[in-house]
């Protein structure tokens, strides 16, 4: 099983929105997936209430039970766990990190994120994760994300070639405990999260075509 960990120490960077927006592309590629929640304000939790499909299965947990719920879930067929970080929580955040294959770490473009970012990356090298910035939220035009973007490599991080745009899907689908692309299917945030998806596949090498179009088995959800 596969585990990816979603690291950021700042709040409202898009650690949920990120998690359950991966956690149903990879669902609807054939991957038994299951989303950790570790925030105690339980917001992939909450969604997962919410929603009409039991898939991707949503488990809330604490961290110091992570490596239970990460090994019931490989146990019972999972093939994909996305860990759901809370903010400000060094330890927490750090165990995720260490039980992951890889950390992405969502940023958006403004100075307080990216001076923020530092920790997080910080996190993933003491786990000796490798980790990528996902900038989201970014404006439809202008120059701000390629400057945010150099700046991510300055600080020593590697920048996602996929950047996720402020747009209403995003929000409004979580309303309905649905992603995006299940929201507005051909919609432009729907086309976003398919090439992020495809992107953290062949980078991290997650998952593979023999898995496409799988049965799934549902990992039950555990406390």
Request: aromatic share 2%; proline share 4%; hydrophobic share 40%.
């Amino acid at each position: 099983m596969k585990t990816i960990s979603i690291v950021s120490q700042k709040g409202g960077a898009g650690k949920t929105t990120l998690a359950i927006h991966l956690a149903v592309a990879a669902s609807h590629a054939g991957m038994n997936t299951a989303i950790v929640d570790l925030d105690p304000q339980a917001s992939s939790t909450k969604w997962a209430d919410r929603r009409q499909t039991a898939l991707p299965v949503v488990i809330s947990a604490h961290a110091s039970r992570l490596s239970h719920v990460l090994e019931t879930a490989r146990s019972e067929g999972g093939e994909l766990a996305i860990i759901d970080t809370a903010p400000h929580s060094d330890n927490a955040a750090l165990e995720a990190a260490r039980m992951a294959d890889v950390v992405l770490v969502p940023c958006r473009p403004s100075i307080l994120d990216l001076e923020a970012i530092s920790n997080s990356l910080d996190i993933a090298k003491l786990a000796h994760k490798p980790a990528t910035v996902i900038l989201n939220a970014i404006a439809p035009s202008g120059s701000e994300a390629d400057e945010a973007e150099e700046a991510i490599t300055q600080l020593g991080g590697e920048a996602c070639p996929i950047r996720l745009v402020h747009r209403v899907a995003y929000a409004r689908a979580l309303v309905y405990g649905q992603a995006a692309q299940e929201y507005e299917p051909h919609g432009k945030a729907a086309q976003e999260i398919k090439a992020l998806h495809k992107f953290v596949c062949a980078h991290y090498h997650i998952c593979t075509t023999s898995q496409k179009g799988k049965k799934h088995e549902q990992i039950r959800r555990r406390a």
